[in-house]
């Protein structure tokens, strides 16, 4: 559990994403996996050194485990 002291908003063109990236920041930089990478495109502020991933892509990163 982490607990959020900021907002970094507005962020993200649709608001109900934002908690996500902010969640993301506030682990270090965490990657983002979702089927929806294309939402977490375009926000006002840049954070590069979060990945946002597809669920494959990051199986795929993880390496094999089936």
């Known amino acids: 559990m982490v607990e ?3 907002r ?3 962020n ?3 608001e109900g994403d934002n908690h996500v990236m902010e969640l ?3 682990a270090g930089n965490a990657p983002i996996v979702t089927f ?3 939402d977490f495109r375009g926000g ?3 954070f590069p ?3 946002v991933l597809s669920p494959a892509a990051w ?3 993880q390496g094999s485990f089936l």
Do not use: H, T
């Open 4 to 6: 959020i002291y900021y």
């Open 8 to 10: 970094w908003r507005p």
């Open 12 to 14: 993200l063109p649709d």
């Open 24 to 26: 993301a920041v506030a």
């Open 36 to 38: 929806n990478g294309r």
């Open 44 to 46: 006002e502020l840049r």
């Open 49 to 51: 050194s979060i990945v």
């Open 59 to 61: 199986l795929k990163s």
